[in-house]
């Protein structure tokens, strides 16, 4: 079955970096769109990066500039390499895989990690 594992969450203060990752395993990762949602208390769970089939990239207003998305197919891994981090940020951060035709639309369910914690604090 599909299974996504986050790591590389933590504690850091703000102008700080961190690089999340992404283990994927019961699909074939190359044929899926992955991509890093974050879920704040409170608030809705928001996209923050996606990554295509073909390695085109998308990401939120809020982290354009900051934060990069990655994956290497050879080790079924996603990465989201986040710089600058700013309080705002503090979330836990989720990983996705959702299946793309080869046109570039994503069907099908949607699966999910367990979340990985980044808390941005002084």
């Known amino acids: 079955q599909v299974q996504l594992v986050e790591s590389g969450g933590g504690l850091v203060q703000p102008g700080g970096s961190l690089r999340l990752s992404c283990a994927a395993s019961g699909f074939t990762f190359s044929r899926y769109a992955m991509s890093w949602y974050r879920q704040a208390p409170g608030k809705e769970r928001e996209l923050v990066a996606r990554i295509s089939r073909t390695e085109s990239t998308t990401y939120a207003d809020s982290v354009k500039g900051r934060f990069t998305i990655s994956r290497d197919n050879d080790k079924n891994t996603v990465f989201l390499q986040m710089n600058s981090l700013k309080f705002e940020d503090s979330a836990v951060y989720y990983c996705?895989?959702?299946?793309?035709?080869?046109?570039?639309?994503?069907?099908?369910?949607?699966?999910w990690g367990q979340g990985t914690q980044v808390s941005v604090s002084l």
């Open positions: 996705n895989a959702r299946l793309e035709t080869s046109t570039g639309t994503l069907f099908g369910n949607m699966h």
